[in-house]
């Protein structure tokens, strides 16, 4: 899809479809809705009047409706082929999340009706002129928009053999052209934009490959081709290197397998210096290719979705294809551990105890408890490269889609500022985490009997809260982040403005932790 950002009037606009938000101003429960455009443009407020007037479009979020203008039709002033009208939902609500989503809901609906080109005008707020609107910036809005639509272009039959092609062949976002100031905000905007929609939907690429393909060896190609292009260190290291550097965590996961194991390290330096005492900032990723639980192996329903296990490295090294080009003044390393958890003749039997690469001893009670036990030498390898700062991510647990279902992600830390700067980053991101608890009175309920610790929790109460105790280990002192993606790294249902399929979650809140510390 070719994505331009035009400065131009909607009305004058030559396209197939022409894309106009409108929200509903309707404020109290039950009120009938009454929706309106977000436009000045007396022309396309009179083309959409017969479809706002009777109420049947009520502009909630994702809701769309599409009016020809064409033959009897045609509206004066709009060269427009198509108009599609597309609601955000209340107006009091209104926010770039909802940009993002309202977006992806235009780019849907055209591939939807197989409509090759595709333009989507600018939402101006000044069109409700007295209405309790939120302040959207001019560069927070194009990169959403942009971000929004780049999002939704993809769809993952990638493997079906009657596949068709329903790719938008060009997008234009329509801006009115206004002050210089503004122009440069929106141009830099929509080009912050582009650079993180392709590096969350690298991410998403990555997370759809079948276990077959993606195995931990091409996991780690694929990191090292991306690095090479986008100018980042990267070195991929196998079983002799983990050996060596005695993590015997990582490898009690990896041995059960035939494909061999993977640490895969990532380098950003900026170009100019950074300030003496500056973080370096280390990005851990759980890179499971392929989960059946080993030993302790998983019930079959549901397992063909654990090739999406390695969720959390896809995060860390799409937000590395991000770094690299957004250039933040900060240092930064990112280690993915992937592997295969598989049951064989080598595998990590459950009572088995092993050591990590920091000297820990870890019994290892369950062996589908895998994930901590490869983050855990990730972690303390990413110490070792310097990293004073860590951030992971990784579908670690059920039990955190239990305690917060599919809405939000886990947030745990043992440092109020790594946190807030983490909280201050989601208000860019639109990414929905909770914090949960990851406090010393926990700890008892990860120690073992027979080692320092054990993989699992003494029960199966708050099992995502004894996983991030177990990380907290390895951390020490460092200021940690941990993010438990469990229930938000796949996206089980179609929705209007995204394909059903991996979610690509954590890139964009990754990027703006790094840069939260760059500023």
């Known amino acids: 899809m070719n994505t331009k950002l035009i400065f131009a009037d909607a009305n004058g606009f030559s396209t197939p479809m022409l894309a106009v938000f409108a929200v509903d101003l309707a404020n109290g429960k039950g009120t009938e809705a009454q929706p309106e455009l977000l436009t000045l443009s007396k022309e396309l407020a009179d083309a959409a009047a017969r479809v706002l007037g009777p109420g049947e479009f009520k ?7 599409l009016i020809h203008l064409t033959g009897s039709n045609a509206a004066d002033g709009l060269k427009a082929e198509r108009l599609l009208v597309v609601g955000l939902g209340k107006a009091k609500d209104l926010s770039l999340d909802k940009l993002r989503k309202g977006a992806g809901t235009a780019v849907r609906a055209a591939k939807a009706r197989t409509v090759r080109d595709l ?30 639509a780049e999002l939704a272009e993809l769809d993952w039959d990638t493997y079906r053999s009657d596949r068709k092609d329903t790719s938008l062949r060009e997008l234009s976002l329509l801006a009115k052209a206004s002050s210089a100031a503004t122009e440069q905000a929106t141009q830099e905007g929509f080009d912050e934009g582009l650079i993180v929609a392709a590096a969350q939907n690298f991410t998403r690429t990555l997370v759809n490959e079948p276990g077959n393909v993606l195995t931990p060896t091409e996991l780690g190609a694929r990191a090292k081709a991306m690095c090479d292009e986008a100018g980042l260190g990267c070195e991929v290291y196998s079983t002799e290197k983990i050996r060596e550097l005695k993590m015997e965590s990582f490898w009690a996961v990896a041995k059960g397998s035939e494909q061999p194991p993977a640490l895969i390290v990532m380098t950003y330096e900026p170009a100019s210096e950074v300030a003496k005492g500056a973080p370096v900032l280390g990005l851990v990723g759980k890179g499971i290719t392929f989960d059946s639980g080993g030993i302790s192996i998983k019930p079959s329903d549901g397992m063909e979705k654990m090739k999406y296990d390695m969720a959390g490295a896809a995060a860390m090294i799409g937000a590395m294809h991000a770094i690299a080009r957004i250039k933040p003044a900060v240092k930064v390393v990112a280690v993915v551990c992937a592997a295969e958890n598989m049951p064989d003749g080598r595998a990590t039997k459950p009572g088995d105890v092993v050591t990590a690469m920091s000297g820990t001893t870890i ?23 310097g990293a004073t700062h860590l951030i992971d991510a990784a ?43 990851c406090t010393d009175e926990y700890r008892d309920r990860i120690t073992s009997e027979i080692a320092d610790i054990m993989n699992t929790g003494k029960n199966r109460w708050g099992g995502a809260i004894n996983a991030a105790i177990f990380l907290k280990e390895f951390a020490g002192e460092t200021p940690w982040v941990h993010l438990d993606i469990a229930g ?28 939260a510390y760059s500023e």
């Open 59 to 65: 502009a909630g979020l994702g809701e769309t409706v």
């Open 363 to 385: 019994e290892i009670v369950n062996t589908d408890a895998e994930g901590r036990l490869v983050l855990a030498d990730g972690l303390h390898y990413a110490k070792t490269l």
């Open 119 to 148: 333009a989507i005008a600018f939402p101006e707020t000044d069109a409700l002129a007295g209405e309790s609107l939120p302040e959207l910036s001019a560069k927070l809005t194009a990169r959403a928009l942009v971000e929004g």
């Open 488 to 515: 938000c790294a796949w996206i089980e249902e179609k929705k209007p403005w995204i394909a059903y399929g991996p979610s690509g979650v954590a890139v964009r809140s990754i990027l703006e932790w790094v840069r």
């Open 395 to 437: 579908t670690l647990t059920g039990a955190c889609v239990v305690a917060l279902g599919t809405l939000n992600a886990g947030l745990f830390s043992n440092d109020e500022a790594a946190c807030a700067k983490f909280v201050q980053a989601l208000a860019t991101s639109d990414e929905s985490f909770w914090r949960l608890p």
